[in-house]
């Protein structure tokens, strides 16, 4: 009679156990099978879990209508209609993911990330989006010309037997491709304020390693006869390339390295050679 009555209590056991698990499963299938999506589901920051898609779209659709994208540098904007690049939020394609999120694995794939949701995981998709890419490249490459900014070392002249310092420049160089990934990838977080990605370049030789050069050491001047003008304006030319060169501590200076090769390709002109000053 005793073994009667535990027998009779692991099977009263076994059945809540069976129930349960039904219960469990069918509330699953339920969820699964139902027309919301996933408990807990963000696009960017907005929370569409246990939404119809109608809803969600619905929800999307006030938030991300945008018809400006700003694109920036420092103090410098650019805005563009986003018709001009073709661009527009896929809204109907980002809460089929969002929906399909739970649905597109196996059943017991699908019933984790359904576990996992109810749990309190959330799960971030980012907004599908559609662009010409030949027009947002085109588009910013064209700002390459308000961006970038030629380097230039700092240099010494001389006027009136003065030293002068010309300041130096911070070279600025648009990097498109980088911009382009980082446009992409602030887009799909629903981002319209853009910020390109802009290589800055430093000058070999700046203004404050020049600051204590102020003394002329020594000059040296010699005549020639101008009359030929072939060759006046070889040696203008040649005296141009070889001017204002900086030498800093360890370098050398090359005449052949400065004025490069004495061909007419070069800009040089056919004319006789210097001889005893004439």
């Known amino acids: 009679e005793h073994m009667k009555n535990i027998n009779k209590k692991i099977w009263i056991v076994l059945g809540i156990i069976l129930v349960t698990l039904l219960i469990f499963v069918g509330t699953l299938t339920a ?23 109608e809803q969600a779209s619905k929800k999307l659709k006030k938030v991300y209508n945008t018809e400006n994208i700003e694109f920036k540098y420092n ?20 809460v089929e993911q969002a929906y399909s999120l739970n649905r597109e694995g196996s059943f017991i794939d699908n019933s984790k990330k359904t576990i996992n949701s109810l749990m309190g995981d959330t799960n971030t998709i980012k907004l599908s989006i559609s662009y010409n890419k030949d ?4 588009y910013i490459e064209s ?7 030629s380097v ?35 887009l799909e977080k ?18 404050k390693n020049l ?22 304006h070889n040696v203008a030319l040649a005296a141009k390339s070889t001017s204002d060169v900086l030498l800093m501590p360890g370098e050398s200076f090359s005449y052949n390295k400065q004025t490069g090769s004495r061909t007419t390709s070069n800009g040089y002109k056919n004319a006789p050679v210097i001889v005893q000053g004439v």
């Open 135 to 138: 027009k947002l490249k085109s």
């Open 152 to 186: 230039k070392s700092a240099k010494i002249s001389i006027e009136n037997s003065k030293i002068k310092i010309q300041k130096d420049e911070q070279g600025k160089n648009l990097e498109v491709d980088k911009s382009i990934n980082n446009a992409i990838n602030e």
């Open 143 to 149: 700002l390459s010309k308000e961006i970038n900014v």
């Open 211 to 232: 600051e204590n050069i102020d003394t002329i050491l020594g000059t040296y001047s010699t005549k020639f006869d101008s009359s030929v003008a072939g060759r006046s």
């Open 190 to 207: 629903g981002n319209t304020s853009i910020d390109l990605v802009v290589e800055e370049i430093e000058p070999d030789i700046k203004e």
């Open 31 to 53: 969820i699964i099978n139902g027309d919301k999506i996933c408990k807990n589901t963000y696009i960017n920051y907005i929370n569409i879990g246990e939404l119809t898609k």
């Open 75 to 94: 103090d410098k904007k650019f805005t563009i209609l986003t018709k001009e690049i073709d661009f527009s939020y896929d809204i109907d394609k980002t």
